[in-house]
């Protein structure tokens, strides 16, 4: 590149040149940055204001978009507060990129927390608060300083940023977390704003879970943000409940009622987050109350919101392998009737459920038949293509455990009722395999009946050789009312494990 | 951090965008038109948070326009309502009773204030009245540069002459 003209010196390069000539370059395009970069590098060092910071617009530019590497340029001296302010804001993007350079910076960094300044205060304490994020543990020798910001500033924009940096401390050192939970609570209990009320929970909730005190005061100004009107606060009431969730469950067992009451809201944010909490109450001794509770929600809800409190209520309930389940029966009944709610899409997951259960629980097998019975004969599910999966599995079921059945003849017109062309052939497969199953048992269960018929008048024959056709023909009535009666398993019953009354 | 701010009409067009974080020209379009069909589908009485894609928005409607903030999800979402309640009354201080018509002729200068409020997706500068002030040194000095140029083209074209 030619020597710096004349013109090069008078003016000096604007933003907007700088990004007109890099659109002009195409092949070049790392040549003309270095130069720009040559530029950049003496207009840092000059006294002039505007230079100075024109040449960091242009550098914030370049970083931000093209990645250049930047650590020479900070040796450069400012001191003036503005551009300092600026040269800040710019360092910190840089630090992202290479950590090495917070290490060269790290003094002047540290000088600058000094700084009565107030703009740089906030500046330098963003920075912290982003570096400390992704390595707390090298700025812990810092924590006296940020003490006393915490302890002194009046300015909320910086106590925020404070309050992030020693959430990410206190873990660390628990003599810090001691020293710092007083005036994190005089802050909760004594400041007018909501952001700053709201930031104090949150640390308190994430990093100073074991301070009793200091959560149940959070607990206490939760409770007053679920109570306003305003959706924002009742949002993030909400949102500081989940995040104590985990290890303070008594209080959102506190707010139980407005949880509740706002699966109702209008907002379907704060739909989603009050359902979260509900599950996150589930136990073994409520599990039935809250299904109740969030079916009856689910049957009021739009299509959205309905498909997430049932796939809520899915994956909690088959967590751990059915861990909460105590009674099956009614879970099985549960699903059935999910399975009716109109807008429901989730048939896949309740045949996954179903075929493990009654593979799993042998107990639970007859009332699974009987669930899975009803589910067939509806011809209105049939229409319903989300339901088809679980169709399927209710066809397996039967077919598999049909010695449960109550009614094996009404199943099979179930299972070969016309209008189940309209599920796939996949699914008509197995239709058509427990239909064979269950005509494979009513003949069985037929035949066997045969048998034990002839042989009761087998014996009957041999004991009345006398009087023959008289006993015969007596002989033979009991034979023809059985068959009058029509064809009932329940006869033989008493070849099986357990008594089946529908 | 924030990572984007943008500015929407209620029809939906973008009057101003400014991003702290690299993204791809695709990928903007590809916010710029989901965030708008998320956003202008809310209600009035909503919330003014909304998750999208691992990232948390905030929004506020003032007049036409909508002001959206992306945020990371460690922000507090209170401080950002605030970072965008303070960028409009700096825009009103400075256009005085600002409207959706100030910004569309005057965008350059309401990035001006943009970039005095936020550098990196941090706020820098929480003071209205040195934000107006120094917006009111940067537009003396685009007239002076205006004057300078109108004259030094004189004198460029007869040193070439």
């Known amino acids: 590149m030619a020597s710096p003209s004349l013109m090069d010196n008078l003016f000096q390069r604007s933003l907007d040149d700088i990004i007109k000539g890099l659109r002009h370059q195409q092949s070049t395009e790392s040549t003309f940055i270095s130069k720009v970069i040559e530029e950049i590098r003496r207009e840092i060092k000059t006294t002039d204001l505007q230079t100075k910071s024109t040449a960091l617009q242009k550098l914030t530019y370049l970083n931000s978009i093209h990645y250049i590497d930047m650590k020479d340029l900070n040796s450069g001296n400012e001191f003036e507060v503005f551009v300092r302010k600026k040269a800040v804001g710019v360092v910190f993007r840089l630090f992202e990129k290479y950590p090495d350079a917070a290490r060269v910076c790290f003094k002047r960094l540290v000088e600058s927390l000094e700084s009565s300044d107030s703009q740089i205060l906030s500046s330098v304490v963003g920075v912290f608060c982003e570096l400390a994020s992704k390595d707390p543990r090298s700025y812990l020798p810092l924590a006296p300083e940020f003490y006393r910001i915490l302890v002194g500033s009046r300015n909320n924009w910086v106590l925020i940023k404070v309050l992030k940096i020693f959430a990410n401390l206190a873990p660390l050192e628990p003599r810090l977390a001691k020293r710092v939970v007083e005036p994190i609570c005089d802050h909760l209990r004594k400041t007018g704003a909501k952001s700053m009320v709201f930031e104090c929970i949150r640390t308190v909730a994430t990093s100073f879970t074991e301070y009793e005190s200091a959560v149940k005061l959070a607990a206490v100004k939760i409770r007053e943000f679920l109570l306003e009107d305003d959706p924002n606060l009742k ?12 290890k303070h469950l008594w209080a959102v067992l506190e707010n139980k009622d407005i949880v509740i009451q706002s699966l ?9 987050e009050s ?41 909690t309930c088959c967590q751990n392998v059915y861990e909460i389940i105590t009674d099956f029966d009614w879970y099985v009944s549960l699903l059935g009737e999910m399975s009716r709610i109109p807008h429901c899409q989730k048939g896949e997951e309740i045949e996954n459920q179903l075929i493990d259960i009654g593979m799993r629980v042998k107990d639970v097998r007859p009332e699974l038949v009987r669930v899975g019975h009803h589910l067939l004969i509806d011809p209105a599910l049939l229409g319903n293509p989300y339901l088809h999966r679980m169709l399927s599995a209710a066809a397996w079921v039967c077919g598999e455990y049909v010695e449960f059945s109550g009614n094996p003849v009404e199943l099979l017109e179930a299972l070969l009722q016309p209008r189940t062309s309209l599920l796939p052939s996949s699914i008509r497969t197995v239709y058509m395999q427990s239909a064979f199953k269950v005509l494979f048992f009513c003949v069985c269960t037929y035949i066997e009946q045969k048998e034990d018929m002839t042989l009761e008048v087998s014996d009957l024959t041999s004991k009345g050789e006398c009087s023959e056709s008289s006993d015969l023909a007596s002989a033979k009535a ?8 029509g064809f009932n398993p329940r006869n033989s019953s008493q070849s099986y494990e357990r008594p089946f009354c529908c | 951090m924030i990572q984007f701010v943008l500015l929407i009409s209620r029809q939906g067009k973008v009057r101003l965008t400014k991003w702290y974080s690299p993204y791809t020209q695709k990928e903007r379009s590809k916010v710029i038109r989901e965030l708008s069909g998320v956003i202008l589908t809310r209600g009035p009485k ?12 905030v929004y506020k409607r003032y007049a036409s326009l909508y002001f959206c903030m992306g945020i990371d999800q460690e922000d507090n979402e209170l401080e950002v309502l605030e970072i965008i309640h303070h960028y409009v009354e700096i825009l009103d201080r400075y256009f005085g009773s600002v409207c959706e018509l100030d910004l569309i002729f005057n965008f350059h200068k309401a990035y001006y204030a943009l970039d005095e409020l936020l550098i990196a997706g941090e706020l820098q500068e929480s003071s209205k009245k040195t934000v107006a002030r120094l917006i009111a040194a940067q537009d003396s000095l685009v007239e002076a540069a205006k004057e300078q140029a109108s004259s030094l083209s004189n004198i460029i074209s007869q040193a070439t002459k």
């Open chain 1, 275 to 315: 359902l979260c909490l509900v599950m996150a109450m589930v136990s073994e001794s409520n599990v039935v109350e809250i299904c109740r509770v969030l079916v009856n929600y689910a049957l009021k809800s739009d299509l959205e919101f309905c498909n997430e409190i049932l796939g809520s209520i899915l994956s």
């Open chain 1, 478 to 485: 009991p034979v023809e009312c059985d068959q009058d009666e």
């Open chain 2, 46 to 57: 909503l919330c003014n948070f909304v998750e999208w894609r691992g990232h948390k928005v």
């Open chain 1, 235 to 246: 949002y993030l009431g909400l949102h500081g409940l989940s995040i104590m969730a985990p």
């Open chain 1, 264 to 272: 109702n809201d209008e907002d379907l944010n704060i739909k989603l």
